[in-house]
């Protein structure tokens, strides 16, 4: 069962401890700043801002692909920046562009990516849970690079649903897909979510998609958390219509 935890914060179960984040890149290029926040165990959290913000930094980080300049990420318990293959055990990682083997067919790249996790029996039975995720009948059977920005998109989330990490971390899940797939995605990701207890972080630019999808939410503006709650309390704090408004109002705020 998902849901916020309203008890003791210091028994509760964090799926990520993100201290203290900077990102610094070339010629004074600010990625984050100072980012703190926590992802409980089994909650889906939502980081939303606008290009720039730190959003895919914060993501790529968190999925060990691109170090800090300081701070500290904690998956499970794990240092991801000193343990990194340890915590990359631990989770499976969407980019918003997800590269594919473009000459491989659909479902050798399932198998392809799948093997590199499971083995045997588990190999098989994961490939044909990844295969019915991502229902893409006969084209499974033509190359990649045949595919739509939107099919390669379901493809690859076939393959990070079906290994079932303990924390999926999601850039952008639902772009390139049109209104139908989308809402089938949203559907699979609260799926495994409430059933299995699988932890997500993801990112999108879609508000009301994150708004009807996450737990909680992390608003980023120019590398900085502005604010951070469920979304319901974040619209009664800021008397918000929706999850846009108040990220326009908590922005005007940090721009003073």
């Known amino acids: 069962m998902t849901g916020v935890n309203t008890g003791n914060s210091t028994m509760e179960t964090y799926a990520l401890q993100v ?5 610094l890149y070339g010629r004074g290029s600010i990625g984050v700043r100072d980012l703190s926040f926590n992802v409980r165990s089994g909650e889906i959290y939502g980081l939303i801002g606008p290009n720039g913000s730190g959003k895919t930094t914060t993501l790529r980080i968190v999925a060990t692909l691109i170090k800090p300049s300081s701070g500290e990420v904690l998956v499970y318990g794990v240092n991801a920046v000193k ?23 659909g479902l050798d790249f399932i198998r392809f990516m799948l093997s590199l996790r499971f083995k045997g029996k588990a190999l098989e039975e994961t490939v044909e849970e990844a295969v019915g995720i991502a229902d893409l009948g ?3 059977r033509k190359p990649v690079r045949t595919y739509s920005k939107g099919m390669k998109r379901i ?10 990490p303990k924390l999926m971390i999601l850039d952008e899940p639902t772009t390139g897909l049109d209104v139908e797939r ?5 559907d699979l990701v609260k799926k495994y979510n409430r059933e299995l207890g699988l932890t997500v972080l993801l990112s999108s630019h879609n508000m009301l998609e994150v708004e009807r999808l996450c737990d909680r939410v992390g608003m980023l503006y120019k590398g900085r958390l502005i604010a951070e709650g469920p979304v319901d309390e974040l619209k009664r704090q800021v008397a918000g219509r929706d999850l846009e408004d108040v990220f326009m109002k908590l922005k005007t705020v940090a721009e003073v």
């Open 83 to 105: 343990e990194p293959l340890k915590a990359r055990q631990l989770i499976n990682y969407l980019p918003e562009e997800a590269g594919a083997y473009r000459d491989l067919t």
């Open 182 to 186: 989308s809402i089938y995605v949203r």
């Open 138 to 140: 006969n084209s499974l």
């Open 155 to 164: 493809l690859a989330l076939s393959v990070v649903l079906a290994s079932k």
């Open 19 to 23: 201290r203290n984040l900077t990102k």
